[in-house]
Structures are given as C-alpha cells and as structure tokens.
C-alpha cells in the first residue's frame, strides 16, 4: 500500500524520524490543540475574531474535565498559565479529518486524515505542524485492521462518518517507521527528490567520517 502524505514544515516543525508501535486508531476524533500552537496561533486568532471559536468547533476543557464552548479572556489566560486547554470537536472542520492512528511517542506524531485534501496535488507538501496526513485513510485503516473481520470497509466509513469520538484498541501493535529519503525506484526507475529537512548533508558528514576513520585504520592514502 502506498499514498501521498503531508509532513511537518522544512523551516520550524519538521516531522521527526522514530519508530513506535501503532496501539489504536480513534474514529471521529477530538484535536487537543497542543500548547505551542495554541499559544502562537489559536489565542491570538481569537483575540482578534472571537466568533473563530463557534466557526471551528472549538472549546475550552478545564484540568477537571470540565467543558466550556463560549469565550471568555480569562479562558485564555488559563490556556496560557497551562490550566486549561482548547480542542476542537470532530465534525468536517476538525483539523485531524475524521480519523487518526495513534502510536504513541514522545514527540506526540501521529498520521491522520484531513478536511484539505487539496493539498495532496501539490508537489511539495510540507504544511504540517509536524503530524503526518495521509491522502487514503480508509485504504490504511483497512491495511492495519485487515487481519480483523469484524471492521470491513463498510464499518470504517461508518464509524469514521458518525461524528462521535470512538477509540479502538488494535488486537495486536503494529510496527510503524517513519522514515525519510529523497531517492526511490519505482517500475526500474530511480527518481531523485528535494533534499527538503537536509537529512541528506548529515548522511554524506557521516559517511565521509567513517571513510576516513577507515582510511586512517587501514592506512591506505
């Protein structure tokens, strides 16, 4: 299975490199805004156009869980002081799209679907804040469930249409590497990409290093 994805931007929120096991995929989910992008973005927004919050389905939940959908400025200062947080409801704004594969890490990645698929056409798409957004997520979602009988594509749509948050545990954690290259072969053809996050300079440092530690071990000029 392949598809085109959207990464983190080249210039300050780049996608990292890791692998983690994939535990659940959540169904129409929520997007707990993290503080960074609250704090640069979503507040001054805000600020400036109040009614933004009711446009997006956003709210505000407090550290007990308590949920709030009407603005008020001591409802940012809060999210601010870190004591309480906005998220978005699911719905055909949600910037996550209507489902997300969750394997946790410590840089909080994870791949998801998106209501700007549009997007996908361009050839460079690095326009995330560091998640991966995927062009096919039925296909993917049928890909890690397809040992599962009970979640046929029919279900999946359905569940990722219904508009209510709903999280599955997968039977067994499936392997995800995210990686990064800027050659590939595809039908007996090499094609060369953009070096856009610079890993490339770093390979040719390292490999350059080893060759000349070798060369000094081995002594040949």
Not at 2 to 30: H, N, Q
Not at 59 to 70: D, L, P
Request: hydrophobic content about 40%; aromatic content about 8%; proline content about 8%.
């Amino acid at each position: 299975l392949a598809m085109k994805v959207i990464v983190g931007k080249a210039l300050d929120t780049r996608t990292p490199l890791f692998d983690e096991d994939m535990r659940f995929i959540e169904f129409s989910p929520y997007w707990n805004i993290p503080p960074s992008i609250a704090r640069s973005e979503t507040i001054p927004r805000l600020r400036r156009d109040p009614g933004y919050l009711q446009q997006q389905g956003m709210e505000f939940v407090g550290a007990n869980g308590q949920v709030h959908s009407t603005l008020a400025p001591e409802y940012l200062d809060a999210v601010l002081r870190g004591q309480m947080r906005i998220r978005q409801r699911p719905g055909p704004k949600n910037a996550l799209g209507d489902i997300k594969f969750v394997f946790p890490n410590n840089s909080n990645i994870y791949l998801h679907h998106t209501p700007a698929p549009l997007l996908f056409q361009r050839d460079r798409r690095d326009f995330s804040h560091g998640c991966i957004r995927v062009e096919d997520p039925v296909a993917l979602a049928q890909f890690v469930l397809r040992n599962d009988p009970a979640w046929p594509e029919a279900r999946i749509r359905e569940a990722m249409a219904r508009g209510q948050s709903a999280t599955l545990r997968l039977a067994e954690p499936l392997p995800v590497v995210i990686a990064y290259s800027t050659t590939i072969v595809k039908q007996g053809q090499l094609h060369f990409f953009a070096d856009l996050y610079g890993q490339d300079k770093l390979l040719e440092q390292a490999l350059r290093q080893q060759s000349e530690q070798r060369r000094v071990r081995t002594g040949v000029p």
